[in-house]
């Protein structure tokens, strides 16, 4: 099992930055990498990031591109999201998962080939 916990969410002007964090505990040697999603009200969970943990390889979403940044800490077991130049519709329920085995870079982007998820924390960009 991998308990991860999400943290720094929060009401921020547009052009303003945030950073988020993913704690993870547990068996978290067993991951192969981390992904951060957001969902938007009334829209589907859609991939932001991902890293893995052990060559810190990461991919974006293009419209974070630039913009976002993610980066792991292997000594902490955290996983964070540097997110600068914030949109409104960067406004979502961001969350971190987990996924254990190995995967394609087309694979990371895909919600279902998560194993374990955290409880998500709220981003609100205004205008």
């Known amino acids: 099992q991998v308990h991860l916990v999400e943290s720094g969410g929060g009401l921020v002007q547009a052009g303003e930055a945030l950073r988020l964090s993913c704690a993870a505990s547990?068996?978290?040697?067993?991951?192969?990498?981390m992904g951060w999603f957001r969902q938007a009200p009334g829209k589907e969970r859609e991939f932001v990031a991902a890293?893995?943990?052990?060559?810190?390889?990461?991919y974006y979403t293009d419209s974070v591109k630039g913009r976002f940044t993610i980066s792991r800490d292997n000594a902490k077991n955290t996983v964070y999201l540097q997110m600068n130049s914030l949109k409104p519709e960067d406004t979502a329920v961001y969350y971190c998962?987990?996924?254990?085995?190995?995967?394609?870079?087309?694979?990371?982007?895909?919600?279902?080939?998560?194993?374990?998820w955290g409880q998500g924390t709220q981003v609100t960009v205004s205008s």
């Open positions: 998962a987990a996924r254990v085995g190995l995967a394609s870079t087309a694979l990371l982007t895909m919600p279902r080939v998560y194993d374990y």
């Open positions: 547990g068996r978290t040697f067993s991951s192969y990498a």
């Open positions: 890293v893995t943990w052990r060559n810190g390889i990461t």
